[in-house]
Structure formats: C-alpha cells, structure tokens
C-alpha cells in the first residue's frame, strides 16, 4: 500500500524563507545597481526600504517606474488610467523634473552673477556650441578679496579680513582624506556631432564618459597620482529621479564619514547649464597657454541663510577663496565668480566641502576633463601649503 507523503511544517517553513530570501535578494540587488560603492549602496537600501515594504503590500514591488505608492493606490481606483500606467508615469516624471523644489529643499545652482563681460573667444573645441569667456570686470554688486569675486545673495555680511585668515580644513596622515561626488551625476557634457550617445533627459546622460563622472574621474587620478588618498563615488544621485537627490546624496555622505571619520574635504561635481538673453545655448571657455582650452569652473558656497543648520559655511567659504586666488594667479580666466547661496548642499558635512560647477552643458567632455585637472592640481598645491 502506497503511504501518502506526510506533511512537514518545519520543511513548509524552510521552502518559505528561501523563497523569501531569494526574493529579498533580487530586491536589493535591482535597488543597489547604480551603486559603485558599499557606502553608497548601504545608503540606498536604508532610503528604498520603507518604500520597498509598502509597495510589497500594494503588490507593486517590481515595476520600475517611478510612481509613489499614492499614485499607484489612485491608478488602482481607475482602470482606465492603470491600463496606461508606462504612459503616465513617463509624465509623471517630466513634471517633477520641471517643478521647482518645495520648502527644505536645494534651491537650483544660478551660475549668473551680477555683470560678466565676454573677452574674444580663444580657440575651442567644435562641438557646434558658441564660446564665451566670461570674466567680472566691475566689483560692483560683488565682495572682492583680491582675485576672487564673490556673488552673495544671502543677507549675510561678509567680512574681507576674516575670509582671507586660514580655512580650517586640512589634510592629515589619515586616509582617506578627499571624496568626490556627484548629487546631479547625470548632468552631461556636448560631444562632438555624430558622437555615439543615449541622452536620458535634457542634456543628460547615464554614460559616464559624457557626463560629469567623468570629470570627477580626472580629479581624483590628480589627487592620486599627488599622494592623496581620495574615494570617488560614482552613483547617480539623480538618476532615474532628479527630485531628492540631494536627500540621497546626504545619506551617502553621512554614511561615508561614518565610515571614514578621516575624510577632510568634499566635493560635490556639477556643471552649470547657460543660455544668452535671447535663449541661444553657449559655453565657457579659458584658454590656457601650452594647454589648450578648458571650461570655466564656478565654486558654489552655501549657506544657512535658508534657516538649516549649517556651522561651516564661513569655513567653506575661507577655502574657496583661498583656492579662487591660487588658480587665478596661475590661470587668470579659468574661474567665475564664487557663488554665495542660501542653501547648504549638504556641505554642513565638513569645513571643507565645496559644490564645483565644471563647465556648462554646451562645453565639450574634452574641456570639462581638462579643467577638472587643472583644479585638483592647484587644489593640491593649496592644501599642501596649508599642511606646512
């Protein structure tokens, strides 16, 4: 007589939690795939977790899109609309990425200070973009510490003695001590025509030899090959959402210095995006002599001025002007003004943190690589002469 098989709790249970933990694997393995880092994927796990749990109950775990639960429980209510959903979410997100952030949130980096003339354009790259140098040639409307202009548009007064003393930030025998990222990693450079690239949004691309990865890449070469220890983070922060990414890209940050308590200084890498009056797109260029032609680079500077606790902003203003004076003398119009912003940008993290705007979208990969170079090299030599 053939015995019917028996039934196991403890073998039912076993097979659940296998089938439990593949599927949390899958999971994290879809959320951390942009992540080049285990700081950097540890932050995007804390960041998906809660989101993860609710959409396992609306039973939306694994659509890629990027609705909110919210939006996914109102679909629900529609047939009509749910039928639709890749349409609607393809909207749903190129309205985000057009509104403007909401109170607590980054305002947007204006590259455009009080009065910039245009010297004669130097020989650039042809990638189709017209080329300006723009240089300040009136202090009106700025704070002047020698070379360095500051655009300021806090109501915080500043004081020209106090921001040519030391900056605090230093480099000490602990490693790491510099980490490059990128909140807006996306933000993507103008090839030459013809140039084999897949944008992912308006002057944006996830192929890092376009975008501004790749100028962080260059800098942190410099930073190696000069005997500093640096990490470079090279998620998208803004990637598939550009809402948030400086909330994403703080979590990395808080992470790696939990990890590396060593770093000093950060820099985050953006590039700017600039039009004239009448809407026409152009880019900004230095020449530098034996060289060639790089883009312009703008320091940006935050500050508390939005009511966020930030106690290093004079700090970090100390260093960019410091850094301003060095790389004018050697490189007279590789930078724009300093920009002074109420928003922090995550750079209450440390005394020496700075947001570098390398170029605009009109500049080509080529002049963006060579002044991310160019700044880390002088960066060294100011750093170092500090630690003396």
């Known amino acids: 007589m053939k015995r019917k098989p028996s039934f196991s709790a403890a073998g039912f249970f076993r097979r659940l939690g296998a089938v439990l933990l593949a599927l949390g694997t899958l999971w994290a393995a879809a959320v951390t795939a942009g992540s080049d880092t285990a700081a950097a994927a540890a932050a995007a796990l804390r960041a998906s977790s809660p989101l993860g749990a609710l959409k396992w109950e609306l039973g939306d775990l694994w659509y890629r899109d990027t609705l909110s639960p919210a939006a996914v429980l109102t679909l629900g209510e529609a047939p009509l609309l749910l039928s639709a ?26 590259t455009v200070p009080v009065e910039e003339t245009p010297l004669d354009t130097p020989a650039a790259t042809d990638n189709g973009v017209a080329a300006k140098t723009l240089v300040p040639t009136d202090p009106s409307g700025y704070t002047v510490c020698g070379r360095a202009y500051i655009s300021n548009s806090t109501d915080y007064a500043l004081s020209v003695t106090e921001l040519g003393e030391l900056f605090a930030a230093e480099l000490t025998d602990e490693e790491p001590q510099i ?8 933000e993507a450079y103008t090839p030459t025509a013809g140039t084999d690239i897949v944008w992912s949004g308006n002057h944006r691309t996830t192929d890092s030899r376009y975008n501004v990865v790749k100028v962080g890449d260059e800098m942190a070469d410099v930073f ?15 990637y598939p959402n550009y809402s948030g990414a400086y909330d994403r890209s703080l979590a990395a940050i808080q992470s790696y210095l939990a990890q590396y ?19 026409n797109e152009y880019k900004v260029v230095s020449a530098i002599d034996g060289v060639g032609t790089a883009a312009q680079l703008t320091l940006v500077v935050g500050s508390s001025g939005s009511g966020l606790t930030h106690d290093h902003w004079k ?15 050697e490189y007279p119009t590789l930078m724009r003004p300093i920009l002074l912003r109420n928003s922090r940008y995550n750079q209450h993290a440390t005394t020496g943190s700075l947001l570098v705007e390398v170029g605009a979208a009109g500049n080509s990969p080529e002049e963006a690589a060579l002044a991310g170079r160019l700044f880390a090299a002088q960066m060294v030599e100011v750093l170092e002469a500090r630690s003396k």
């Open 315 to 329: 700090e970090n203003l100390k260093l960019a002007v410091a850094l301003q004076q060095d790389l004018l003398t």
């Open 85 to 110: 959903r890749s349409a609607v979410a393809e909207l749903w997100s190129s309205e985000r990425s057009e509104t403007p952030p909401a109170a607590g949130e980054q305002e947007e980096v204006v």
């Open 224 to 238: 190696s090959e000069a005997g500093l220890s640096v990490l470079h983070d090279r998620t998208l922060y803004d």
């Open 179 to 186: 980490l490059i990222l990128h909140t807006h990693g996306s």
């Open 261 to 279: 308590p060593s770093i000093r200084f950060i820099l985050d890498i953006h590039r700017d995006a600039i039009e004239d009056a009448q809407g």
